[in-house]
Nanobody, 123 residues
Framework: QVQLVESGGGLVQAGGSLRLSCAAS????????MGWYRQAPGKQRELVAA???????NYVDSVKGRFTISRDGAKNTVYLQMNSLKPEDTAVYYC?????????????????WGQGTQVTVSS
């Protein structure tokens, strides 16, 4: 069983910063990639940023230059540093991990999600 636990959301004024953290735990064999998605009211969930086990990163255009994704492989943790926040960044942010987890049936690959953390940016 795998769990993703997020922290770091909250309320911030426009131009401010927040740092999100997501720690993966459980019977993890190896992590392929981790990322952050967000979903605003009435909108579809979108990929914000992702990082592979090799350190390759990608970002949605709207956050490039403002957000930075990083990881600590030893802790199975991914971070999202969000600077110069805008009201349009307001959303529930979800951590995602693509990984191999082991059980009595082997070590299949799977996609796992955190519970979500609210980020609200006031104007």
């Amino acid at each position: 069983q795998v769990q993703l636990v997020e922290s770091g959301g909250g309320l911030v004024q426009a131009g401010g910063s927040l740092r999100l953290s997501c720690a993966a735990s459980g019977s993890i064999f190896t992590i392929v990639a981790m990322g952050w998605y967000r979903q605003a009211p009435g909108k579809q969930r979108e990929l914000v940023a992702a990082i592979s086990s090799g350190g390759t990163t990608n970002y949605v255009d709207s956050v490039k230059g403002r957000f930075t994704i990083s990881r600590d492989g030893a802790k199975n943790t991914v971070y999202l540093q969000m600077n110069s926040l805008k009201p349009e960044d307001t959303a529930v942010y979800y951590c995602n991990a693509n990984l191999y987890a082991c059980s009595g049936y082997g070590c299949p690959a799977g996609d796992y999600w955190g519970q979500g953390t609210q980020v609200t940016v006031s104007s």
